[in-house]
T-cell receptor, first 114, second 107 residues
Framework: GAVVSQHPSRVICKSGTSVKIECRSLDFQATTMFWYRQFPKQSLMLMAT?????????EQGVEKDKFLINHASLTLSTLTVTSAHPEDSSFYIC??????????FGPGTRLTVT | GENVEQHPSTLSVQEGDSAVIKCTYSDSASNYFPWYKQELGKGPQLIID?????GEKKDQRIAVTLNKTAKHFSLHITETQPEDSAVYFC??????FGSGTQLTVLP
């Protein structure tokens, strides 16, 4: 149980375009979903926390107008990187939680902006 | 806020030996301590966790110990195998992660 999927697994886009990443909890209802960014050989950096039906809470330094998060249902959250630039290239990982403790991670999305 | 430090950053062991990774945390109110394994190009996978009401938890070759007084917790992997090679992250509470340990198990 506790499976989280992410789509796409890899995406290459041109500078200035927008990219949407989906995160789904497949076998449980996630009250909260989290979005992380991970640079090579570094730890996970929390970008934002989203609860179903509410606006996402962004961490300090994360531009909410650039990284749009929508949590439309208890099983789906999306991250849209708007007007992407090469510096947005990174590994984006979502996770889902149904309580205060365990969170289950998706497989990640490798974004490359050319 | 919470701060987590993790050591060592890299660890190489011979197959069959044990590996120990240590983390310290700063907030005495933290009560949940998970450990994640991340293979290259994949998302982290929860491998074991412990809550503050116990001092040790074991699952086959993996164990975690918690010292609340000293505010540190450790991951112990016994009889290591090459497939244990990965990056391991500790965390305090849900969202504060350590910097990671690259474990390499040499055949």
């Amino acid at each position: 149980g506790a499976v989280v999927s992410q789509h796409p697994s890899r995406v290459i886009c041109k500078s200035g375009t927008s990219v949407k990443i989906e995160c789904r909890s497949l076998d449980f209802q996630a009250t909260t979903m989290f979005w992380y960014r991970q640079f090579p050989k570094q730890s996970l950096m929390l970008m934002a926390t989203s609860n179903e039906g509410s606006k996402a809470t962004y961490e300090q330094g994360v531009e909410k107008d650039k990284f749009l998060i929508n949590h439309a249902s208890l099983t789906l959250s999306t991250l849209t990187v708007t007007s992407a630039h090469p510096e947005d290239s990174s590994f984006y990982i979502c996770s889902a939680a149904d309580g205060l403790y365990e969170q289950y991670f998706g497989p990640g999305t490798r974004l490359t902006v050319t | 806020g919470e701060n987590v430090e993790q050591h060592p950053s890299t660890l190489s062991v011979q197959e069959g030996d044990s590996a120990v990774i240590k983390c310290t945390y700063s907030d005495s109110a933290s009560n949940y301590f998970p450990w994640y394994k991340q293979e290259l190009g994949k998302g982290p996978q929860l491998i074991i966790d412990i809550r503050s009401n116990v001092g040790e938890k074991k699952d086959q070759r993996i164990a975690v110990t918690l010292n609340k007084t000293a505010k540190h917790f450790s991951l112990h992997i016994t009889e290591t195998q090459p497939e244990d090679s990965a990056v391991y992250f500790c965390a305090a509470r849900q969202l504060t992660f350590g910097s990671g340990t690259q474990l390499t198990v040499l055949p």
